[in-house]
């Protein structure tokens, strides 16, 4: 399986001066201290806010990017995440709730806009969803069968998450892909870690009708 999804460093050919990738970041000259500590220090510090910036953006990158399923939009919609955290950041309060799940409840309303405004729901190549995924510690290549059979499973699954409403499609994307715990993802969502539980169950729920109605009709 690839190493890492695409991202703004792995678009040299753009070779926009402007733009630090995230993989060329420079190491952070804040290393020792919180988010939160940083968080309140970005107030008046653009620097902090900087460091915050360095921390975090190849992960709310990859969770635009899985959202809206190509590289300029997610590009795109990572700059209009931070910014608005950058406007507002004046109105984060430490109240025990981690930085990262006011930035992910950003994301998520920043997404939601961009598939409003365009009337589209997510559409990601079968090749982008794998470059998410975490290298193979072992991958038989004389299996050729197996795998193209893994390929098929994971085509069908990934049609039958984008058949979800958005806000499951949320929940999916922060269970797997950012791999939260429930109570992390409560605190993204603003709901209780029961809460999460009981719409995670749900979710699977649908997800497994939908799949097995994709089952029953011939694959795109």
């Not at 000259?29 to 988010?35: A, Q, V």
């Not at 499951?168 to 791999?179: A, G, P, S, T």
């Not at 603003?190 to 649908?206: F, P, V, W």
Request: net charge neutral; aromatic share 6%.
């Amino acid at each position: 399986m690839p190493t890492s999804a695409p991202s703004p460093a792995h678009e040299a050919e753009r070779d926009d001066p402007t733009t630090t990738p995230p993989d060329l970041k420079a190491a952070d000259p804040f290393t020792g201290e919180s988010d939160q500590a940083l968080a309140k220090r970005a107030k008046t510090d653009r620097e902090a806010f900087g460091a915050l910036y360095e921390r975090h953006v190849a992960a709310i990158y990859r969770y635009v990017f899985y959202r809206v399923g190509n590289v300029e939009d997610a590009e795109d919609l990572t700059a209009r995440v931070f910014a608005r955290a950058l406007k507002h950041i004046h109105n984060y309060n430490d109240r025990g709730v981690p930085f990262t799940a006011w930035l992910y409840r950003i994301a998520h309303n920043v997404v939601a806009n961009f598939h409003r405004d365009n009337r589209r729901r997510p559409s990601v190549s079968l090749d982008e969803v794998e470059a998410l995924r975490e290298p193979a510690s072992q991958v038989d290549h004389a299996d050729a069968d197996q795998r193209i059979d893994g390929e098929r499973d994971r085509r069908r699954l990934l049609k039958a998450i984008r058949m979800l409403p958005p806000e499951r499609q949320h929940l999916i994307v922060l269970k797997f892909v950012e791999q939260l715990q429930n109570a992390e993802i409560g605190q993204v969502m603003n709901r209780s870690e029961g809460a999460i539980k009981s719409l995670y169950h749900r979710t699977l729920l649908q997800l497994r009708q939908i799949m097995e109605e994709l089952d029953r009709s011939p694959m795109e």
